[in-house]
């Protein structure tokens, strides 16, 4: 077994909820499909990781630079990898037909957006420490004067939609935050579905009157 790569939390997360949902109820399906597209997303990472990694691996065993005994371990953990998006694919299919052919590349695009979001961040909080500092500065050379200027969104009009975009990608939540956020939409459901019925309810009386 290689050791270039950790330990796989999603992919152990999947396989505990596994056993605590089932997929056709509808909210374990949504449990495990949001456990299964986080596993997918690492999978991508270490493929993409391997890709960057390797060929320079092997020019520095070629050199002598290092022994041959790394590339044999990535070499490992790329003959693991393959088999763990096997399983991964076959997993994928069980939710629905076709899904196993499209969930890699779904998973890169949620680590594609991922990324822009923080390198979106990023540039705005670049963008208002400068601004931050003017205004201390003015407010410093003139105490009575008041000044409130959003640089953040000035300086990335298009932050918010990252954001609210953002929201579609598959949260890093452990299991027990997985099974309360069920339980708290189960519990929201219900009492919609009372107050529907309880409306119908009242209506039907008045009618009876």
């Not at 999603?10 to 056993?19: N, T």
């Not at 009575?144 to 929201?167: C, Y």
Request: net charge negative.
């Amino acid at each position: 077994m290689s050791t270039y790569f950790g330990d796989h939390m999603p992919k152990r997360q999947y396989v505990e909820l596994a056993e605590m949902y089932e997929i056709g109820d509808e909210w374990g399906a949504k449990i495990l499909t949001q456990a299964l597209m986080r596993r997918a997303m690492m999978d991508v990472q270490r493929i993409m990781q391997i890709r960057e990694e390797k060929p320079s691996l092997q020019n520095l065993v070629r050199s002598g630079v290092v022994g041959e005994a790394m590339l044999e371990n990535i070499n490992a953990a790329e003959s693991e990898l393959e088999l763990e998006c096997q399983d991964l694919i076959a997993e994928a299919d069980l939710f629905r037909d076709g899904w196993g052919k499209t969930i890699l590349q779904e998973a890169g695009s949620f680590i594609q957006l991922q990324n822009q979001q923080n390198q979106q961040k990023a540039q705005a909080q670049a963008a208002a420490e400068p601004q931050s500092h003017a205004g201390h500065s003015h407010d410093h050379s003139d105490p009575n004067h008041s000044h409130s200027h959003d640089s953040t969104a000035e300086a990335n009009p298009n932050i918010t939609e990252i954001e609210e975009t953002a929201d579609d990608v598959p949260e890093l939540l452990t299991k027990e935050e997985l099974a309360e956020r069920a339980a708290k939409e189960l519990l929201a459901e219900e009492e919609v579905n009372k107050k529907k019925n309880g409306g119908k309810a009242s209506k039907s009386g008045k009618k009876k009157k």
